[in-house]
């Protein structure tokens, strides 16, 4: 059974920082990348960030300079640093696992994140 648990969201002040952690469990093979969405209400999910096998990573406009993903292979973690968060940034932001054989994504349960004053 495969399972993504996400922790680190909340409130927090525009300006301010939250870091995202989600610790994935069970057998997962031949990830291709893992990543982290958002959903604001009444919008559609969107790639916030996205870190290949090999580790290059890629971001969304919106969130370039600011948002920062890294992993941690030997504790099957994968992270999102967010600075400088903006009230736009509210959404709940899902951790995503992609695997190239067979094509298949994995999802995590999803963690708030809310910034306002």
């Known amino acids: 059974q495969v399972q993504l648990v996400e922790s680190g969201g909340g409130l927090v002040q525009p300006g301010g920082s939250l870091r995202l952690s989600c610790a994935f469990s069970?057998?997962?093979?031949?990830?291709?990348?893992m990543g982290w969405y958002r959903q604001a209400p009444g919008k559609q999910r969107e790639l916030v960030a996205a870190?290949?096998?090999?580790?290059?990573?890629d971001y969304a406009d919106s969130v370039k300079g600011r948002f920062t993903i890294s992993k941690n292979a030997a504790k099957n973690t994968v992270y999102l640093q967010m600075d400088s968060l903006k009230v736009e940034d509210t959404a709940v932001y899902y951790c995503?696992?992609?695997?190239?054989?067979?094509?298949?994504?994995?999802w995590g349960q999803g963690t708030q994140v809310t910034v306002s004053s």
């Open positions: 995503n696992i992609a695997t190239l054989w067979p094509a298949r994504d994995y």
């Open positions: 069970g057998s997962i093979f031949s990830i291709g990348a």
């Open positions: 870190i290949t096998n090999r580790g290059s990573t």
